[in-house]
């Protein structure tokens, strides 16, 4: 698909005149805002001594006769550059975020650092009413929360000759105009060669780039049920001292290839043994649905017939079921009671598998009948109780065992 891409630069005070007349609009995949004061003071110190600073990119997207200028690349520029004229920042402590994906891990040797994610952009200042987004009232709007603090730029001596006499230069890209199709995949190419192969955005974030505009696919990627509730009934993962977001795409990904290689466990994640490759798996099974090019092994959901296993995207109906079926036993997980999180995989993997994989691949009920609870609580505690098992959580083949040990157990209570 075609397009063009003009050039040029905006001064620093033209550019957040566009974030509060709202003219730039933030793709829902980019969440979050990241950088710390010093990457903020670091970026005003460069632009004021004339240093390069990469160009921001923004993209023309024509939805529904409606024209939007997307931010593709530049969103943490750009709100450091709107901060740093309000003299304000988020409290990152304030705006804290489970959104981060569990790492899917028990045994990561990783000294345990996270890095903290919160769940705010520069739109969490603005009004959909740009007429009320002028820098006193929002000055005033976020005062009031006593969710910010004061930024200071020392660099900056005089605020308003700075930001209109420094300059920061822009791409800006316009797709030809073709059928909605060819200008959903033309912008989901886009987003996977900026946002996932080059720039370090979260996985989550990451992944939501390659299927952001394909409405029909949004929900079943995010996990959302028809009434946009969390498939999983909002329970979480908590490790490494950290509630993190249980991957529905973990499971929905290694369940599509067990189903396409006749349910031999065996050829499940071949190639993917270390835990630190396998969100390039989950990735890969995104764009393989989306109909994107793959980074690695791009023969491993070949087998995989998406339209043939959720006919007419039915997968919603499904996920409504497997919402329903959840919810109906949440009490009996054993779930940290404070947090409503599993504190293992082993627990998480056992509950899991075979419930998705019955309900939604096999569209079939469970019964939750006291043997089966017993049978599965019988497992996990063997499993935990187990040194060698346990310091290995996620090694493949302990992860394989969990699947079919899962799927087997849940067998005898499938109707």
Not at 233 to 242: A, G, R, V
Not at 337 to 361: C, E, H, M, N, P
Not at 404 to 413: K, L, M
């Amino acid at each position: 698909m075609e397009s063009r891409v003009y050039y040029g630069e905006y001064s620093l005070k033209h550019w957040i005149n566009l974030l509060l007349k709202r003219n730039i609009v933030l793709p829902d995949y980019q969440r979050s805002f990241v950088w710390d004061e010093k990457d903020i003071r670091r970026l005003i110190k460069s632009l004021g001594e004339g240093q390069f600073v990469q160009p921001v990119t923004i993209a023309n997207y024509n939805c529904e006769d409606r024209e939007q200028n997307l931010l593709l690349d530049g969103q943490q520029r750009l709100t450091s550059i709107l901060l740093s004229y309000l003299g304000y920042i988020p409290d990152k402590e304030k705006f804290l975020s489970v959104e981060e994906l569990a790492s899917s891990d028990d045994s990561d040797d990783g000294d345990g650092s996270v890095t903290k994610i919160i769940g705010w952009t520069f739109e969490e200042m603005l009004e959909d009413n740009f007429s009320n987004n002028n820098i006193d009232a929002i000055i005033n709007r976020i005062t009031r929360t006593g969710k910010y603090k004061e930024l200071k730029i020392s660099s900056i001596t005089n605020k308003e000759e700075f930001f209109e006499k420094t300059f920061l230069g822009f791409s800006y890209i316009i797709p030809s105009k073709t059928d909605k199709n060819e200008t959903q995949k033309f912008f989901s190419t886009l987003f996977r060669n900026m946002n996932y192969l080059g720039l370090k955005l979260s996985p989550l974030e990451s992944r939501r780039s390659l299927y952001y505009l394909n409405a029909e696919l949004e929900k079943y990627f995010d996990g959302r049920t028809s009434e946009g509730k969390d498939v999983l009934c909002e329970i979480k993962m908590y490790e490494k001292m950290q509630l993190r977001k249980i991957d529905i795409i973990r499971y929905m990904s290694i369940l599509s290839q067990y189903v396409a290689n006749n349910k031999d466990v065996r050829k499940v994640l071949v190639g993917y043994s270390a835990y630190s490759s396998r969100e390039n798996y989950y990735a890969d099974y995104v764009s393989y649905i989306v109909n994107l090019e793959q980074d690695d092994r791009t023969d491993k959901f070949n087998k995989f017939d998406f339209n043939r296993t959720f006919p007419n995207n039915d997968w919603l109906q499904l996920y409504d079921s497997l919402y329903n079926s959840l919810n109906s036993i949440k009490v009996q997980l054993g779930l940290d009671a404070k947090r409503q999180a599993f504190t293992s995989w082993v627990d998480a993997d056992y509950w899991l598998f075979g419930l998705i994989y019955f309900v939604l691949f096999e569209r079939k009920t469970i019964q939750f009948e006291k043997k089966l609870i017993d049978a599965l609580a019988k497992v996990i505690k063997e499993k935990r109780d187990d040194e060698n098992y346990s310091k290995n959580t996620n090694r493949l083949n302990n992860l394989r065992n969990r699947i079919q040990s899962s799927i087997d157990i849940y067998s005898a209570y499938a109707k």
